[in-house]
């Protein structure tokens, strides 16, 4: 059985021996949601690379201390993928989250594509922004990730252009694109962009626009994935061709 996951601020500088305390929320989840008692043994992560596994040696209502046994640190991904993610309707935009962390992306970017159906305005634009953070925090903890992803704030078309414009390899999913996706080159370092439109498509403007800034439109193959799917599944035939997945 998989040992239980925590997060910790930082694990910078933490050796075989010493203490960690964790508190606030994740301690209450760990002592009063999972139970974790004295003597049981837990993994600890910065998100940054590092983890320590240990044992529990005190709780509280709100704090959780593990002594530490060993500890572990990774160099992070590469190719590093970006998926720029159009804001689906409903609870879909978590759901592409969930599942995008659990493949390995370590950039998700909302985008306010043009034909996106919901809006992302004021004080829901901060909630729905903290639920895709929260989502991708849970799904990398549940995915025993050391290096956990990151969700930008909302982009605007001009700055997932930028975005394409940077990578080592940017492709745009289209259902009715000519090349498939097996047949771009996956570089080997660098970062890797890919686009998923919302559920009406990508304008053809913006599509000219992600073109023009060296973006590849493929298609996936015959079926149309849904928004919240199509990401995760382009990624995995990406990360298969790479050093990270052999």
Same mark, same amino acid.
């Given at each position: 059985?998989?040992l239980p996951?925590h997060?910790?601020?930082?694990l910078?500088?933490v050796?075989?021996?010493?203490?960690?305390e964790?508190?606030?929320d994740e301690?209450?989840h760990?002592?009063?949601?999972?139970?974790?008692?004295?003597g049981?043994?837990?993994v600890?992560?910065?998100?940054e690379?590092?983890?320590?596994?240990?044992?529990?040696?005190?709780t509280?209502?709100r704090s959780l201390t593990?002594?530490?046994?060993?500890?572990?640190?990774s160099d992070k991904?590469?190719?590093?993928?970006?998926v720029?993610?159009?804001?689906p309707k409903?609870d879909?935009g978590e759901? /592409?989250?969930?599942v995008? %962390?659990?493949?390995?992306? +370590?950039v $998700?970017?909302p985008?306010?594509a043009?034909?996106? !159906? #919901? &809006?992302?305005k004021g004080?829901?634009a901060?909630?729905?922004?903290?639920?895709?953070?929260?989502?991708?925090?849970?799904?990398g903890?549940?995915?025993?990730?050391?290096w956990?992803?990151?969700?930008?704030?909302?982009?605007?078309?001009?700055?997932?252009r930028?975005?394409?414009?940077?990578?080592d390899l940017?492709?745009?999913?289209?259902?009715?694109?000519?090349?498939?996706?097996?047949?771009v080159?996956v570089p080997a370092?660098g970062r890797?962009?890919v686009?998923?439109g919302?559920?009406?498509g990508i304008?053809?403007?913006?599509?000219?626009?992600?073109? /023009?800034a060296?973006?590849? %439109?493929?298609?996936l193959? +015959?079926? $149309?994935?849904?928004?919240?799917?199509?990401?995760? !599944? #382009? &990624?995995a035939a990406l990360?298969?061709r790479?050093d990270r997945?052999r």
């Amino acid at each position: 059985m998989s040992l239980p996951v925590h997060l910790v601020p930082s694990l910078d500088g933490v050796a075989v021996g010493a203490t960690v305390e964790v508190t606030g929320d994740e301690a209450h989840h760990a002592v009063a949601v999972r139970r974790l008692r004295v003597g049981e043994q837990v993994v600890l992560t910065d998100g940054e690379g590092r983890s320590v596994t240990g044992a529990v040696t005190a709780t509280g209502k709100r704090s959780l201390t593990v002594e530490v046994a060993t500890v572990a640190s990774s160099d992070k991904p590469s190719p590093a993928f970006t998926v720029v993610q159009a804001l689906p309707k409903g609870d879909r935009g978590e759901l /592409a989250v969930e599942v995008l %962390t659990e493949v390995g992306v +370590d950039v $998700v970017v909302p985008w306010a594509a043009s034909r996106s !159906v #919901a &809006v992302w305005k004021g004080e829901r634009a901060v909630k729905a922004h903290a639920k895709w953070q929260a989502t991708a925090r849970e799904a990398g903890k549940q995915s025993r990730r050391s290096w956990l992803p990151t969700v930008t704030p909302l982009a605007s078309t001009d700055a997932v252009r930028e975005l394409v414009a940077e990578a080592d390899l940017a492709v745009v999913l289209h259902e009715d694109a000519s090349v498939p996706l097996s047949g771009v080159e996956v570089p080997a370092s660098g970062r890797v962009v890919v686009v998923v439109g919302p559920e009406g498509g990508i304008a053809p403007e913006e599509l000219a626009a992600l073109e /023009a800034a060296g973006a590849v %439109t493929v298609r996936l193959g +015959d079926e $149309v994935l849904r928004t919240s799917t199509a990401g995760v !599944v #382009a &990624v995995a035939a990406l990360l298969s061709r790479t050093d990270r997945w052999r």
